[in-house]
């Protein structure tokens, strides 16, 4: 594993564990994921119809390709991108972090069936830390841009821009 992170092919994810009023412990372990998703499209040969047909894999795909561009706009205003995950099953894709302690929640999902229960999740995570959030976003592939009566935005990943 080391020699892939010297060599850029994975980075890892590190846990967040901002103050958290929850009973609940934290998970430790670092997420990995490829810094460039077509690497293990080019590895394991998958080509657009092979893909389609493996809507796990491609959920994975997606989430690497989340994760590269939000570190990407991260550290570029000297935030840091984390994970969270606790014993509950309560999982937030990406925090970001600024150095000023605030943070972003961003849940990333394929589908509009999964926006639901990304915002329930995102909601949840801000109503037990101590620092409320300035932004809970869920990022997908669908076409509109919209913000939710719960004030989770939605955004297509495509909308981003530095």
């Known amino acids: 594993m080391n020699s892939l992170k010297r060599l850029f092919i994975i980075e890892d ?3 967040w564990s901002q103050n958290i ?14 810094v460039d998703p077509s690497i293990p ?16 894999t491609l959920g994975f795909l997606f989430e690497s390709i989340a994760t590269r561009d939000i570190r990407v706009y991260a550290e570029e205003i000297g935030g840091t991108v984390y994970y969270y995950n606790d014993t509950t099953g309560l999982e937030i894709d990406l925090i970001v972090e600024l150095k000023d302690g605030s943070w972003a929640g961003i849940e990333v999902k394929l589908g509009e069936n999964e926006v639901d229960k990304a915002s329930a999740n995102l ?4 109503n037990i830390s101590t ?26 990943l495509g909308c981003l821009k530095p």
Request: glycine share 4%.
């Open 13 to 15: 994810v590190l846990p």
């Open 21 to 34: 009023r929850s009973s609940a412990r934290l998970r430790k372990g670092s997420k990995r994921q490829f």
């Open 41 to 56: 499209v080019a590895a394991l040969g998958l080509s657009p119809d092979k893909l389609k047909k493996d809507f796990e």
């Open 123 to 126: 909601i949840k995570l801000a």
């Open 131 to 156: 620092v409320k959030p300035s932004l809970l976003m869920i990022l997908t592939n669908t076409q509109m841009v919209y913000r939710r009566p719960d004030g989770v935005y939605v955004i297509p």
